[in-house]
């Protein structure tokens, strides 16, 4: 499976921005898909996920602002990114895994694949 996101940009606090990540490959639907971010100077951390049940996950920094989907059909996964904030500076990669368990969604070790990320870069 290969990952490649679009759409990130430089935008000022408070605009939006939607990322995309395409994949290619077989059983797209039977993965769970989704996004992490790394600052500059920070680890990277989950964003969001979509479980391969549907069930979607957001982190609580981004839960309310920010919405993830999926579409099966064209292999994508999004990110709509509202209410952006300069804490929200990072190179945002998508991820996807196969058979992870509920439990794990939140967890980097669990994804197999990554795409080469894209920056979002915030203005206060």
């Known amino acids: 499976v290969q990952l490649v996101e679009s759409g990130g940009g430089v935008v000022q606090a408070g605009d939006s921005l939607r990322l995309s990540c395409v994949a290619s490959g077989r059983s797209f639907n039977t993965y769970t898909t989704g996004w992490f971010r790394q600052g500059p100077g920070k680890e990277r951390e989950f964003v969001g996920a979509v479980w391969r049940g549907g069930n979607i996950f957001y982190a609580d920094s981004v839960r309310g602002r920010f919405t993830i989907s999926r579409d099966n059909a064209k292999k994508m996964v999004s990110l709509q990114m509202s209410s952006l904030k300069p804490e929200d500076t990072a190179v945002y990669y998508c991820?996807?895994?196969?058979?992870?368990?509920?439990?794990?969604?939140?967890?980097?070790?669990?994804?197999?694949?990554w795409g080469q990320g894209t920056q979002v870069t915030v203005s206060s």
């Open positions: 991820a996807a895994g196969a058979s992870i368990i509920l439990s794990r969604v939140r967890e980097e070790q669990a994804y197999n694949y």
